[in-house]
Structures are given as C-alpha cells and as structure tokens.
Nanobody, 123 residues
Framework: QVQVLESGGGLVQAGGSLRLSCAVSGRTFSNYAMAWFRQAPGKEREFVSG????????AYADLVKGRFAISRDNTKNTVYLLMNSLNPEDTAVYYCAARAFSVTRSHLHYDYWGQGTQVTVSS
C-alpha cells in the first residue's frame, strides 16, 4: 500500500509563491511517476504537472508552464511543486498522485492519491 500526504497549501496574494510538498511512503518511491492535479469548485480535476521516476522528465499544463516547477528527491521520498506568480485562477485543492511507469495527464491513470491541500490566491 502506498500512502500519499500533501502539505504546503495556504492563502497567498496574487503574484506570490507557494511550495507544495508530497511525501510518499509504503513502497519504493523511485518506482513511481508522480503528478500534481488540482480541482476548483464546480470544475473537473485537471493535470498540473508530472515528473518521471528519475526526475529527468517533466510535464506541465499550458496554464502553469513557466510559473510552476516540479521536482523530486528520491532520498526523501518527496515530490515538490514550486508555484510562482500565482493568480486567483490557481485557487483549487491540489492533489498529489502516484502511478507506476510514466507520467500521464489523465487522473484516471493514477493509482494512489493524497487527500489534497487547499491553495487560495487572493486578488
């Protein structure tokens, strides 16, 4: 069983930054591709960013490209999402997810999920 736990959400003003963390336990972390998704009220869960098992391959949604950066530390079983230049449209619950093999952009392909962390950006 894999446990996923996000942290680092909060309230920030537009233009500010936050760093989310996702700690994974239970299995060999380096075997998993990791991704961040987000879901705003009344909207579908959407892909934000993903990173392969080695950290050398990353992917971003167009809406966050150039503002967000994903990274991972396999020695700490943790993946990070650094979010810069935040705007109110980034307000959502952010979820961390894990799957074997490669990153995909569909939330349906991920096996393990955290409970989510709220990010609120005020204007």
């Amino acid at each position: 069983q894999v446990q996923v736990l996000e942290s680092g959400g909060g309230l920030v003003q537009a233009g500010g930054s936050l760093r989310l963390s996702c700690a994974v336990s239970g299995r060999t972390f380096s075997n998993y591709a990791m991704a961040w998704f987000r879901q705003a009220p009344g909207k579908e869960r959407e892909f934000v960013s993903g990173i392969d098992w080695s950290g050398s391959g990353t992917a971003y949604a167009d809406l966050v490209k150039g503002r967000f950066a994903i990274s991972r530390d396999n020695t700490k079983n943790t993946v990070y999402l650094l979010m810069n230049s935040l705007n109110p449209e980034d307000t959502a619950v952010y979820y961390c997810a894990a799957r074997a093999f490669s990153v995909t952009r569909s939330h349906l392909h991920y096996d393990y999920w955290g409970q989510g962390t709220q990010v609120t950006v005020s204007s």
